[in-house]
């Protein structure tokens, strides 16, 4: 072997010390002294699984009565779905400026959809009525309850 072999052997060799070479398995011990058995179950951490949202964003037709009421009542209908998340529905009425952009940021946030703060300022930019219904169709797959008196 020669020398710049041995001295990436080294140089590597800290970092494969602590190398995980087994799965952890449960453990049963049995004391002598009684008749007990004590089990320690060790376990590995979950993997955390990422969606995205249940339906695209020009998925509009899916859901008829939400996209007549995005478009037609508009600012009305998006009170009725701040109200639904939780918010004041000044929020969704746009009283509040960025309002229809935070409601689709929390959403996001509250349900780990993947996507950035950008990607949703563009949709609600350019697609307000849409990103709405899309917003109304994840709180129905998410089971928001409907409120009395929105559409």
């Known amino acids: 072997m020669n020398q710049s072999m041995a001295a990436k052997q080294m140089a590597y060799a800290p970092l494969n010390e602590h190398a995980v070479t087994e799965q952890p398995m ?10 007990t058995q004590t089990t320690v179950i060790i376990n590995q951490p979950q993997s955390t699984i990422i969606r995205g949202w249940h339906s695209g964003i ?5 859901d008829m009565k939400s996209c007549c009421c995005s478009f037609f009542l508009g600012h009305c209908y998006y009170a009725c779905l701040a109200s639904r ?7 969704g009425f746009g ?12 959403l996001r946030h509250k349900h780990e959809i993947p996507g950035t703060i950008c990607d949703d300022c563009c ?5 307000l009525p849409c990103t709405m219904c899309q917003l109304a ?15």
Do not use: I, S
């Open 58 to 62: 020009c998925d509009c037709c899916q």
């Open 85 to 91: 998340m939780g918010e004041d529905c000044c929020v």
């Open 137 to 151: 169709r994840e709180m129905d797959q998410l089971g928001y309850p409907p409120k009395d008196g929105c559409c």
């Open 123 to 127: 949709m609600v930019t350019y697609c």
């Open 95 to 106: 009283c509040v400026p960025g309002g229809h952009l935070a409601m689709r940021v929390a």
């Open 26 to 35: 449960a453990m049963t011990t049995q004391p002598m002294a009684m008749n």
